[in-house]
């Protein structure tokens, strides 16, 4: 079987959920470093979604202190070293431009300690 076959062929990524434990804060850094814009928001819960121009979006849920559970989002970008330049210039901790044989990444740490990484893919046509 395919994996078209498994997994259906309605099915997307739609939203990736991170877990976060200054829910306020963070949800600012990633409205103003990195661009985000608030789609659906409630405050009582603590849960947030952003989205950028990529089409998926990212899940804010805060959870208590102490508490461990995250994911690593990926954001693919087509000129990595603009955005890695427009990111620092933003005061965003982003790591050096990794060579990959896929392509590019630099990784972002945001201010909790989440990884997160953009990349530019690199085909060869």
Not at 107 to 113: L, T
Request: net charge neutral; aromatic share 10%.
């Amino acid at each position: 079987r395919s994996n078209r076959d498994v997994t259906g062929n309605n099915m997307k990524l739609d939203i990736v959920e991170l877990k976060v434990h200054n829910w306020k804060a963070m949800v600012e850094w990633y409205e103003k470093s990195l661009g985000f814009i608030v789609k659906f928001r409630e405050d009582d819960h603590q849960f947030v979604l952003l989205a950028n121009s990529g089409g998926a979006m990212l899940g804010l849920y805060g959870i208590e202190a102490g508490t461990y559970a995250n994911f690593v989002p990926y954001m693919k970008v087509k000129d990595i070293t603009v955005e890695v330049s427009v990111l620092k210039k933003k005061g965003v901790s982003v790591g050096t431009i990794e060579e990959r044989h896929w392509g590019k990444r630099a990784k972002i740490v945001d201010p909790e300690g989440n990884i997160l990484y953009i990349y530019e893919e690199e085909r060869g046509d």
